[in-house]
């Protein structure tokens, strides 16, 4: 199976749109190994990868965290700060050295929730954005946990 790139933000958004979010970005840097965040946290920020590589990573009972997906350059980095209860659903660390913009959870719902185009666009990206994993993670899971793999009929 041929994976498809989740949208990034600049093909995902209108120009206008992705101008007024990359004024609200904040650079950051992260070492190889940091954990960006935990399943079950707090989702108060995201980010869109500049340089390097960040896997998104699932707890599962009795193993280790089952990896989902890697993300890379101008790639979305959470989602689940977008929808109630901002509460991570995965964990994501970075598995090289990062740089990335940073961007505020709070302040871009209350931007979105002024602006309701931009509310609407920057919603349906992420909502592409989430789908794309939720696909990811059931192929992924599939190849490693079902007896048979992904590809091969049951």
Same mark, same amino acid.
């Given at each position: 199976?041929?994976?498809? $790139? @989740? $949208?990034? #933000?600049?093909?995902? *958004? $209108?120009? %206008?749109?992705? *101008?007024?979010? !990359? /004024? #609200?970005? /904040? %650079? =950051?840097?992260?070492? %190889?190994?940091t954990r960006l965040f935990e399943e079950g946290g707090r989702a108060d920020r995201f980010w869109i990868i500049r340089t390097g590589t960040i896997e998104l990573d699932m707890r599962v009972p009795g193993r280790r965290s089952a990896v989902i997906e890697t993300l890379r350059h101008n790639e979305l980095v959470g989602w689940s700060w977008l929808f109630t209860p901002h509460v991570w659903h995965l964990g994501a660390a970075a598995t090289t050295p990062v740089r990335a913009y940073e961007f505020d959870a709070? @302040? =871009? /719902?209350? !931007?979105?929730g002024e602006d309701p185009d931009l509310g609407r666009t920057v919603t349906q990206w992420v909502g592409d954005v989430l789908a794309h994993r939720l696909r990811a993670a059931r192929t992924r899971l599939l190849d490693l946990y079902a007896p048979y793999g992904a590809g091969s009929p049951v």
């Open positions: 199976m041929i994976a498809t $790139p @989740a $949208p990034t #933000m600049m093909r995902a *958004l $209108p120009a %206008e749109h992705c *101008l007024r979010l !990359m /004024r #609200m970005a /904040r %650079e =950051v840097s992260f070492p %190889e190994g709070t @302040a =871009v /719902r209350t !931007m979105c």
